[in-house]
């Protein structure tokens, strides 16, 4: 069984290093107590070195939210791979559905997909369709296409070192998230289009995660019935109390 993985996307928030240390602080310490959830913050760039442990801790991971995937060069604003690998960055999230209606395209994603691997780090890569109908006459074909393309540069032999979000962009932000049954459904889709890029070993051994709407009331319904690996959680991981309560309820999931 893969641990499950809690992923906190911080987004541009909390507004300064103060209440950053203090989240930071908290979750670490109860990360101490879960069994086999990983509990990994994603922190705006600027305080990903003064939250990252000295030390390895346990169940406790520092992730980026974005990356450029060029070695070096003029960039100006941009951070490359090696950059948040060589501060101890773990894993990096790629082709959020923010960062894609910034511009980002499959293509890009999948080029930053690559240099993240090849850094050494963990890519969590975002992909989800931006609406749905009751027949699936569109969306499950648009995310077919957008996994597919979120690859492309993807040597096969990486899809080890992948985790995969699946965020119904409708859902993110949105007062309910998908009901469990559904995320279930989606989350075998996702894993069978993976499976047909990669291979059917690497399906089954990837983690799929799901985000959107997730909060400390609804998580071990998601990950129970909606069979998912983990979660990408937005606003309800800068709200420690309710993070803390999160980690532990998805924890206790047998
Ligand atoms: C997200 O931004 O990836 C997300 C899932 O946000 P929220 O949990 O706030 O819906």
Redesign the pocket.
């Known amino acids: 069984m893969n641990k499950k993985l809690i992923v906190g996307?911080w987004?541009m928030n909390p507004g300064t290093l103060n209440e950053a240390r203090k989240i930071a602080r908290n979750v670490r310490r109860a990360a101490l107590t879960l069994v086999h959830t990983e509990a990994i913050i994603c922190p705006p760039s600027v305080f990903l070195v003064p939250l990252i442990p000295r030390k390895k801790a346990r169940h406790f991971s520092i992730g980026a939210q974005s990356v450029y995937f060029a070695e070096s060069g003029a960039y100006t604003g941009l951070i490359s791979t090696a950059m948040l690998h060589d501060v101890g960055v773990e894993y990096v999230i790629v082709g959020?559905?923010?960062e894609r209606q910034r511009g980002d395209t499959d293509e890009m994603v999948s080029k930053k997909v690559r240099a993240v691997i090849e850094a050494g780090m963990t890519p969590i890569v975002?992909v989800g369709e931006s609406s749905r109908d009751d027949v699936g006459a569109t969306h499950f074909g648009a995310l077919r296409e957008q996994i597919r393309n979120s690859f492309e540069n993807v040597p096969k032999k990486a899809a080890g070192n992948i985790v995969l979000?699946y965020?119904p962009v409708w859902?993110?932000?949105?007062k309910d998230s998908m009901v469990p049954e559904q995320i279930y459904e989606m989350s075998l889709f996702v894993k069978k289009v993976f499976s047909d890029v990669f291979s059917q070993e690497s399906a089954v051994k990837i983690s799929v995660l799901y985000?959107?709407?997730?909060n400390s009331r609804n998580a071990a319904d998601i990950v129970s019935i909606g069979k998912v690996d983990g979660l990408?959680?937005?606003?309800?991981?800068l709200n420690t109390v309710s993070f803390v309560e999160l980690l532990k309820a998805v924890d206790a999931v047998k």
Do not use: P
Request: aromatic share 0%; proline share 0%; charged share 25%.
């Open positions: 996307n987004k959020h559905s923010e975002c979000a965020e859902a993110i932000g949105a985000g959107g709407a997730v990408l959680v937005g606003r309800e991981s």
